[in-house]
């Protein structure tokens, strides 16, 4: 009885213990890689050393890669993120969309090789298809081909589509999409042209 | 020899304007949409690859006796098979060297001799890591000729000094560490088959795979683009580049834990280098 009972015990906390030490582990491999890491880098023009420092969203993500992270520890922050979401000051979602498709088009922007006075690029067309002209296009995100024309111009869809594009990692934690508005890769302005690029009828993305 | 210099001048004069940056590699991508520049290569030269210009240099660099200490590499230089010795050196790299106790690569093996063995200039030898045109890089010349020493050999690497397998581990680490403005890491590119950004295809270098064996043998590698021989050091900086990371140093801990992880992968693959790309 005295054994049985150590013996429950016993398994009861197993799954615990060793979820515990698989989060140090994790947590370790992080610490770990960041040292090797500022130890391997050197800061050249607008890239700073402080680019090695991981947020949350990319620590939990790297902590558990190629896996998932638990949906329990995901939960927080994909809601944290989802509240960081900036919406336009002036409640207008769209801009121009030739404006836009320059913006999806250009790939250079944060690079320590790059002229920070100048806009980033979003490079949208690296990891997504946009329209039938272009075919240079990448594969790493689902083709956005007719965008609006499928999904229409509601209020809903134009906030939803805004915060996606805005901080992907609201929606998918672990996303391989940049988070475009958090991080402040384009401004409100870019945002709003790169929308009109994926709503606007007349938009090549919805031809 | 002359005919290939003219060959390569000619190659330089169609390629001219391709740079390194990364739009310029997207603009290079859309540019060639009907077949990429390296089969375009090949159709006019053949199999014929420039890097033979560079393994001759590097012959000549391993060979002669050079330096304040005016000694030769091929004859004090360990790159793990014993002094002087480079056949099938780079398939069994990286790996751990006693005399300077740390795992390394071959470029930071290159340099440990070049440095200790000849009295070579350090700061001056790393001014010209990467070669651009006149400006002559020894440390691609020297790896070009040392990896062409293990065609055919297949990668297999010591893994059984604890820092071997430290590295190793390390290595895999820093593939899946996501961090500066757009959250990057190694594997939001190459953690899956069958991608590709912009046409570029994207090979999966995160587990044991063909195609990691197929992208690790085939460098260090002569660019189309850069009419230069690249080693992995400058294609993992390239990357990081990309990243929007600070920039890697060269022989860094992080270029080495990270080249074992991929050389790991890549086990079994039987050594192409040096390798023709875009």
């Known amino acids: 009885m005295h054994t049985l009972t150590r013996l429950v015990i016993l398994l009861a906390a197993m799954p615990l213990a060793s979820a515990a030490v698989a989060q140090t582990h994790n947590a370790n491999r992080n610490a770990e890689a960041l040292a090797a890491m500022k130890a391997s880098f050197e800061p050249h023009g607008q890239a700073g050393m402080d680019r090695l420092d991981q947020d949350k969203t990319q620590a939990l993500c790297s902590a558990y890669a190629p896996h998932a992270p638990p949906a329990r520890l995901a939960a927080k922050l994909l809601t944290a993120n989802r509240d960081s979401v900036k919406y336009p000051a002036d409640g207008k979602y769209l801009g121009d969309w030739k404006r836009g498709q320059a913006i999806a088009e250009e790939g250079t922007g944060k690079q320590y090789s790059d002229d920070p006075s100048k806009p980033s690029g979003g490079n949208c067309y690296a990891c997504h298809q946009l329209d039938k002209q272009q075919i240079a296009y990448g594969t790493i995100g689902p083709s956005l081909y007719h965008y609006g024309k499928d999904r229409g111009r509601s209020e809903a869809m134009l906030k939803l589509t805004w915060s996606r594009v805005y901080d992907m990692k609201g929606y998918s934690l672990c996303s391989a999409m940049p988070r475009f508005g958090s991080k402040g890769i384009l401004t409100e302005q870019q945002l709003k042209d790169v929308m009109a690029l994926l709503f606007d009828p007349d938009s090549p993305v919805n031809k | ?278």
Request: charged fraction near 25%; glycine fraction near 8%.
């Open chain 2, 1 to 278: 020899m002359r005919a290939k210099t003219k060959q390569h001048m000619f190659w330089l004069a169609i390629v001219v304007g391709a740079a390194s940056s990364f739009t310029a590699s997207l603009v290079w991508a859309q540019s060639a949409t009907s077949s990429d520049p390296v089969s375009q290569y090949r159709a006019m030269f053949g199999d014929d690859n420039p890097a033979d210009l560079w393994v001759m240099r590097g012959k000549d660099l391993w060979q002669k006796p050079r330096g304040p200490k005016n000694v030769a590499l091929a004859k004090t230089c360990d790159l793990g098979m014993g002094t002087g010795v480079i056949k099938g050196a780079y398939a069994h790299m990286p790996r751990y060297f006693a005399d300077t106790n740390k795992v390394q690569d071959l470029e930071t093996r290159l340099l440990t001799c070049m440095v200790r063995d000849q009295g070579l200039d350090k700061a001056a030898i790393l001014k010209n890591r990467f070669g651009d045109g006149d400006r002559k890089s020894d440390l691609e010349a020297l790896s070009a000729y040392v990896v062409g020493a293990s065609k055919g050999v297949p990668i297999s690497l010591p893994m059984s000094h604890p820092q071997e397998k430290r590295a190793y581990a390390m290595g895999k680490a820093l593939f899946y560490y996501r961090a500066g403005t757009h959250d990057f890491s190694c594997a939001s590119c190459h953690g899956q088959s069958g991608k590709r950004i912009r046409l570029q295809q994207l090979p999966d270098l995160a587990t044991a795979n063909p195609e990691a064996q197929k992208t690790y043998t085939t460098w260090p590698a002569y660019r189309v683009s850069q009419g230069e021989v690249r080693t992995m050091e400058w294609r993992l900086g390239s990357c990081f580049r990309q990243m929007r990371f600070p920039k890697l140093k060269y022989g860094s801990e992080v270029a080495i834990d990270l080249t074992m992880f991929l050389a790991k992968n890549a086990e079994g693959g039987k050594m192409a280098a040096p390798g023709l790309k875009r």
